[in-house]
């Protein structure tokens, strides 16, 4: 059995955006974390009226990388390139108004 093609978008009738076609050697567990990671990615970078091809030139990950993410579609992302982004969202101070940034008084 081959391995399949990288996953790509099929749109459907009644979505809001496309349906994502999943890799099936994934973990739908990993798949899910992927997800939450892209949609936070995303709401945050609309939250701040930023447009993709800000975030690549502020983070260094490529525009396609970034709308990749976004929609959960990048499993192979090293973690550097996506703690880049979170840190330009975060040194923008996308955070989460209820949470406390200093671990100590937690």
């Not at 009644?14 to 973990?27: F, G, S």
């Not at 739908?28 to 701040?48: K, S, T, W, Y």
């Amino acid at each position: 059995m081959t391995q399949p093609s990288v996953p790509f978008l099929i749109k459907h009738p009644h979505a809001k955006r496309p349906h994502r076609r999943r890799d099936p050697w994934i973990d739908p567990a990993v798949q899910a974390a992927l997800d939450r990671v892209g949609d936070q990615i995303r709401d945050g970078r609309n939250f701040l009226s930023m447009s993709q091809a800000q975030l690549e030139r502020l983070s260094g990950l490529d525009q396609t990388a970034i709308s990749r993410l976004e929609h959960g579609l990048m499993p192979g992302l090293r973690l550097h390139r996506l703690a880049a982004v979170l840190a330009v969202l975060d040194g923008l101070r996308l955070v989460d108004p209820g949470r406390d940034r200093n671990p100590a008084t937690r």
